[in-house]
């Protein structure tokens, strides 16, 4: 079989996880790089952090495959001493084209949403928010019933033990030992879905990055009702994570279905940017 080139890589990426189901907001597709370049290798990351991009360079690939956008805001220069502008010229001088599946693979049926549920079995599962002209059971986070009662503590270890260890580890607001029947799920940033976890009925959000206002203000409305949802908070990076070798195979298969041939590797390099995380004596 033939190697693809860059534009060949897009097209299946993009059959995968379509651009229009990107949220508004949301940078995705090619950063980087020449439609006609030829590809032999692709590496899949989280993060298209410096780490990566080096990890890319050594290893011979001339093609990264990242969740994370590596042009999510507006930039006014890609100097070389720029932050972004090095990153940019890195990629150029290196021959490496840059691409990112971001929100629209975490609404794909079977992408960064799915994945996270499937840790945890959820079943009779549905879109948090559907995404709009996107067939049935496309959008962002997933609500459903978990195989079997559980306590919000036991859940939580569930999920310590599913995902990669972190510094930050597994956090919970609410009461540990409330039993918990329903759970909503989002990868990455979701204290934006309260309202969509309520109307779903759920016992319990597992999300990341869970703010002080937006959390203590969840956990007040779920004091005036029926107590619910207690959350756990995870690592961004963990929870994400677990979607990269999904995602790795469904892109060998849909090249190789398409004719082509190319090695995909998974990034060895662990972008979550905590480090250390020390307890403090008297908290249990």
């Known amino acids: ?12 990426c993009q059959r995968l996880w379509p651009t ?10 090619l950063a980087v790089g020449r439609p006609e370049a030829p590809v032999e290798a692709i590496l899949c990351a989280l993060d298209p952090v410096d780490a990566v991009i ?8 001339d093609f990264l495959f990242t969740h994370h956008p590596l042009l999510l805001r507006g930039v006014t220069s890609v100097a070389a001493d720029t932050l972004k ?15 990112n599946a ?9 992408g960064v949403s799915d994945v996270l549920a499937d840790a945890i079995g959820l079943r009779e599962r549905r879109p948090l928010a559907p995404t709009a002209g996107a067939p049935d059971g496309v959008g962002i986070g997933r609500a459903g019933a978990l195989p079997e009662p559980l306590s919000v503590r036991q859940l939580a ?27 909503a799920v989002l990868g990455g940033s979701g204290d934006s879905l309260f309202d969509e976890v309520r109307a779903a009925g759920s016992d319990v959000y597992i999300t990341s990055d869970l703010r002080h206002h937006p959390a203590s203000e969840a ?3 779920a004091h005036r009702g029926a107590g619910t949802p207690h959350l756990i908070d995870i690592s961004h ?10 995602a790795a195979a469904q892109l060998a298969d849909a090249l190789a279905g398409d004719g082509f041939a190319v090695r995909i590797e998974l990034s060895a390099v662990r972008s979550d940017p905590w480090d250390l995380c020390i307890g403090q004596p008297g908290f249990a």
């Open 85 to 99: 502008g090095g990153q940019v010229a890195e990629l150029i001088e290196a021959g490496i084209a840059a691409f």
């Open 1 to 12: 079989m033939d190697s693809p080139r860059v534009r060949d890589v897009v097209t299946a």
């Open 102 to 110: 971001h929100t629209n693979a975490d609404s794909a049926v079977g």
């Open 20 to 29: 229009a189901w990107a949220e508004p907001w949301d940078s995705v597709g």
């Open 219 to 221: 956990r007040d409305t």
């Open 157 to 183: 270890e569930a999920l310590a033990e599913a995902l990669a260890p972190t510094a930050t580890g597994v956090r919970v607001a609410g009461d540990p030992e409330a039993r918990v029947e329903t759970a």
């Open 54 to 61: 080096a990890e890319a360079r050594e290893g011979g690939a």
């Open 237 to 246: 990076w963990a929870a994400e994570a677990l979607w990269l070798p999904r």
